[in-house]
């Protein structure tokens, strides 16, 4: 099986849009999200619209998808994570916040092989970077694999013979390749609001039968992105951020 295993979309349309174009032909049997369809970006309502049209085996909710429906407030976000948050409630459609307002809780097991979660296993909302949180993730992992999302960068960790090492997945067509007795955590970066420098769209394709993870980079067209976030009068810091890649 092929998994596109993507993340924190970010109501970015055009990059979300750039990422399926670029899987066209590779062959994808199922979708599986890690969180965060909206907040930051000016299009949720095209975004979810277009997430369902592909049937996906497994979306988990982020913590501004809970942010917009209510589930959690915004006192931990930055101002301007939080102003995009008030602008979202008022925008999005009502049949859409209430698809965000049951989006599954993580971690899950999909097909009794893959773990899934958001921010970490241990806690939907936590970010993982570095070793040490990674060790702590991996004591919460039953299967080989386990993807999460929240950091918005491309990153591996693996954990072999008791110790656990990280690796930044630099640009386009990085591969790992799955070892018996190795498990791996792994970010595959984010769609629409990259902040490892690369402002390309980022994704990443899970061959269980090649026993491969590859990581990928696509190039969208941010500046009708940007033109989107300024039209609505949303922080220009968004628009610029996602020029920069941070
Ligand atoms: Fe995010």
């Known amino acids: 099986m092929r998994y596109l295993i993507f993340t924190d979309i970010h109501g970015n349309f055009e990059a979300f849009q750039a990422v ?3 899987v066209q032909k590779k062959r ?6 890690l969180g965060d369809l909206v907040g930051y970006g000016a299009s949720p309502n095209e975004v979810i619209a277009r997430i369902l049209t592909l049937k996906p085996l497994s979306i ?8 917009v ?20 409630k008022k925008a999005i459609a009502r ?6 307002a049951r989006l599954k809780q993580s971690p899950e097991v999909v097909q009794g092989s ?15 970077f570095g070793e040490f949180d990674a060790s702590e993730a991996f004591r919460y992992i039953q299967t080989q694999v386990c993807f999460f999302g929240h950091t918005h960068f491309p990153y591996v960790y693996v954990e072999k013979d008791g110790s656990v090492e990280g690796t930044f997945l630099e640009g386009d067509a990085s591969e790992v390749r799955l070892e018996k007795g190795v498990r791996y955590l792994v970010n595959p ?10 402002p390309r769209s980022a994704y990443a394709i899970y061959d269980s039968g090649a026993r491969t ?34």
Do not use: M
């Not at 994808?28 to 999200?33: K, L, P, Q, S, T």
């Not at 893959?114 to 993982?128: L, N, R, S, V």
């Not at 970066?189 to 690369?198: L, W, Y």
């Open 95 to 100: 049949k859409h916040l209430d698809f965000l």
């Open 114 to 128: 893959i773990t899934i979660c958001h921010g970490a296993p241990f806690d939907e909302d936590y970010y993982i």
């Open 20 to 22: 399926l174009k670029a």
């Open 69 to 88: 429906s209510g589930l959690d407030s915004v006192q931990t976000f930055n101002p301007i994570a939080a102003s995009a948050i008030f602008w979202t």
């Open 189 to 198: 970066g984010s769609v629409g609001q990259p902040r490892d420098r690369d």
């Open 60 to 67: 988990v909710r982020g913590n501004h998808d809970k942010a």
């Open 213 to 246: 993870i590859k990581f990928y980079r696509v190039e969208y067209d941010i500046e009708e992105t940007k033109r989107k976030i300024l039209a609505e009068k949303l922080p220009p810091a968004l628009a610029e951020r996602l020029s920069l890649g941070i």
């Open 28 to 33: 994808i049997d199922h979708y599986i999200f």
